[in-house]
């Protein structure tokens, strides 16, 4: 059975801020995505990487795919309250169009 | 231009009766999933469909579990005989079907958060 590790579960930390959110696995994934979900709403797509070495940036949040596809890190630069939100990583097989997901980590940015 | 909508947002019923969830997926969009989602956990997959193929229902947990998809459009999940354990937020997300390189891209509707009394 694939699984999605997440750490930490929870983070609560200050406005200006860096921190680190990582999701691992002992299954090698083809795709994984990650996520934001705010209260009340669906979880909204972040970046999806496919290479194992890759990083891909989105303002101030870094994306890294693990060398061998089995985990992958979010980093984020100065968080703001808006970065407030369960994070969630999700995980797919080559070819298949099911992801397992993140068990998620909960961010509370202070101001 | 509509997003994924989903209703009623908010149910509560009485252990034993049953539930209809609706889904109503992006136009164009020929895949639907629905998840489940229990408090602070991340998403637990029960059902996929695509187009007019057979649906891959490896993911419901019980036969109370079922859902339909009429036209290729909407859907519904429907849980009988609703349990506690049956309380949780029933995610829905569509997609194009046709994944990528970057896989599937998944857009998903704000929930129905069901609670079992």
């Known amino acids: 059975t694939q699984l999605l590790e997440q750490s930490p579960q929870f983070l609560s930390i200050q406005e200006g801020e860096n921190l680190t959110v990582y999701c691992n696995s002992s299954?090698?994934?083809?795709?994984l995505q990650w996520y934001r979900q705010e209260p009340g709403e669906g979880p909204v797509l972040l970046v999806t990487?496919?290479?194992?070495?890759e990083v891909k940036k989105l303002k101030r949040l870094t994306f890294q795919f693990g060398d061998a596809r089995k985990d992958s890190s979010l980093h984020i630069t100065a968080a703001q309250p808006g970065d407030t939100g369960l994070y969630l990583c999700?995980?797919?097989?080559?070819?298949?169009?099911?992801?397992?997901f993140g068990t998620g980590t909960r961010l509370k940015v202070l101001a | 231009g509509a997003g994924v909508s989903q209703s009623p947002s908010n149910k509560v019923t009485e252990k034993g009766k049953d539930v209809e969830l609706r889904c109503d997926p992006i136009?164009?969009?020929?895949?639907l999933y629905w998840y489940r989602q229990s408090l602070g956990q991340g998403l637990e997959f029960l059902i996929y469909?695509?187009?007019?193929?057979?649906?891959?229902k490896s993911g419901l947990p019980s036969d109370r579990f079922s859902a339909e998809r009429t036209g290729g459009s909407v859907s519904t999940l429907t849980i009988q005989r609703t349990q506690q354990e049956d309380s949780a937020v029933y995610l829905c997300?569509?997609?194009?079907?046709?994944?990528?390189?970057?896989?599937?891209?998944?857009?998903f509707g704000p929930g129905t958060r069901l609670t079992v009394t």
């Open positions: 136009s164009g969009h020929t895949a």
């Open positions: 990487v496919v290479t194992g070495g």
């Open positions: 469909f695509q187009g007019n193929s057979a649906p891959d």
């Open positions: 299954s090698v994934f083809s795709s």
């Open positions: 997300a569509s997609s194009l079907g046709q994944g990528n390189r970057y896989g599937y891209e998944q857009y």
């Open positions: 999700a995980g797919a097989s080559s070819g298949t169009y099911k992801y397992i």
